[in-house]
């Protein structure tokens, strides 16, 4: 049962959107001397330890590895290690604004991932016109590399890296949604980010030699933010909002990760904010206001389904523990 928000919980809903907001600057610091999978599995056993320190607080533990692990599997596959590596390496050739206004599309994805596989999911005509609109953002960002072609443009090719990091991160909420929702939260999110961080730990063992030795301030910097705060702790406090005042107040978020992945582009990196951007943002997050307040409307008329209320994209995207990225 949620409880109403109070204004610890709005402090914890904000400090979320700058340390999700900020995850795309601090990744483009470290990718001035790490490459993307040294990157990633450094953030991923940083976030783990954090998750591991959290579990242990609670008086929780991870059950004994079996079969039971393999939907985790698929969820540290497709919630964490496919999105966070596409989107590293897509970072090398596109700019931290750009990432994440296309990011911004995950709750347009899940919705329409959510009403064709999951079958009590219903949708209004509202939802539907939100996919309108977000598509439209997407065309603005990428038009002109998408006429240039594919060949020699790694641009575009970033582009597309970070849409298929999107749709990973919907085919795994929808994924966690309907097959993992029973597990408790901390307890998913903490072995998931295990197996992710042993999924990442080849490739990372390969391109050591990559690493610029020594390490420069920021970069070091960069990534004990992006393991300890914007994974980590992220990840707990992300826990407590969904298991307090819920998943619905917790989908807030959603408008306030982009946003500010544009601020600190500007501030921090000096990145040209055009208005090609900005426009493709304020579409992309319309579209997302229409599917959450389709699914308001749909949820208002519904009847209750057995497990106390009808599915609708965007709490399923935020109320499955691995729906949401463990981080950007």
Not at 127 to 156: I, K, M, T, Y
Request: aromatic share 10%; net charge positive.
């Amino acid at each position: 049962m949620t409880q109403r928000a109070s204004i610890n919980d709005w402090f914890v809903l904000f400090s979320l959107t700058i340390f999700w907001g900020t995850s795309f600057v601090f990744n483009e610091l470290a990718l001035a001397a790490v490459p993307p999978s040294v990157l990633v599995m450094v953030r991923l056993l940083l976030g783990f330890l954090v998750l591991v320190a959290a579990l242990l607080a609670s008086g929780q533990g991870l059950p004994r590895p079996s079969r039971s692990w393999f939907p985790w599997l698929i969820i540290a596959l497709l919630g964490t290690f496919l999105p966070m590596r596409l989107t590293a390496w897509a970072q090398l050739f596109i700019g931290s604004a750009e990432t994440g206004v296309l990011m911004a599309i995950t709750p347009l994805l899940v919705f329409f991932l959510a009403w064709v596989f999951l079958p009590r999911e219903r949708a209004s005509g509202w939802q539907f016109s939100s996919l309108v609109f977000g598509f439209a953002g997407v065309c603005l960002l990428v038009e002109g590399d998408v006429a240039a072609g594919l060949r020699n443009n790694p641009h575009l090719l970033g582009l597309l890296a970070v849409l298929v990091a999107a749709f990973c991160y919907a085919m795994n909420s929808v994924y966690a949604r309907r097959y993992a929702a029973s597990q408790p939260p901390l307890v998913l999110a903490t072995g998931t980010m295990l197996l992710a961080s042993l999924l990442t730990a080849p490739a990372a063992m390969d391109d050591l030699s990559m690493v610029v030795w020594p390490l420069p301030l920021s970069a070091v910097l960069a990534l004990l933010m992006l393991g300890l705060i914007s994974t980590g702790l992220a990840s707990v406090l992300y826990f407590r909002l969904v298991q307090g005042p819920g998943p619905v107040f917790t989908a807030q978020v959603t408008y306030g990760v982009p946003a500010w992945a544009v601020l600190t582009a500007a501030w921090v990196l000096q990145e040209p904010i055009g208005a090609r951007i900005l426009l493709g943002l304020a579409l992309i997050l319309f579209g997302v206001a229409l599917t959450e307040w389709g699914g308001r409307r749909s949820r208002s008329r519904a009847l209750p389904v057995a497990d106390g209320h009808p599915l609708d994209a965007t709490r399923a995207a935020v109320a499955a523990p691995a729906a949401r990225p463990v981080s950007k």
